[in-house]
């Protein structure tokens, strides 16, 4: 069976990554269907109009999925990590808890407050 990469990508994970980040695409991709899916830079991004929007990616060290919000250094949430990223902020998300759904909103829903026009 030949898998597209970002299905691929989807797949190769270990668990539990493996069974949280399809969840957090699929939360994405049915409250937000103004963004698109695509692969970019071998990886998954959701996109806003052609514009990078957030990405879903692990951590190398302990391989945690996190949400990476490409205008982050934008927005001020206190779960947002800055770290050494001069542009993005992520989210970490615990794959052996239930889904922050709350907060995966409310932090789309303030990013997309940028993208806005004013």
Not at 42 to 45: G, K, L, Q, V
């Given at each position: 069976m030949n898998l597209k990469p970002l299905e691929?990508?989807?797949?190769?994970?270990?668990?539990?990554?493996?069974?949280?980040?399809?969840?957090?695409?699929k939360l994405i991709l049915e409250r937000?269907?103004?963004?698109?899916?695509?692969?970019?830079y071998?990886?998954?991004?959701f996109c806003l109009e052609n514009k990078m929007f957030c990405y879903l990616w692990t951590e190398k060290h302990t391989?945690?999925?996190?949400l990476g919000i490409v205008e982050g250094r934008k927005l001020d949430h206190p779960l947002?990590?800055?770290g050494n990223r001069s542009r993005m902020k992520i989210l970490?998300?615990?794959?052996?808890?239930?889904?922050p759904i709350?907060?995966?909103?409310?932090?789309?829903?303030?990013?997309?407050?940028?993208y806005s026009p004013r």
């Open positions: 691929e990508y989807y797949e190769l994970q270990p668990e539990p990554t493996k069974g949280c980040m399809p969840a957090v695409r937000y269907p103004q963004l698109q899916e695509s692969w970019k071998r990886m998954p991004f391989n945690k999925p996190y947002l990590i800055q970490m998300i615990d794959p052996t808890q239930d889904l709350n907060t995966i909103c409310s932090i789309l829903n303030l990013t997309l407050k940028l």
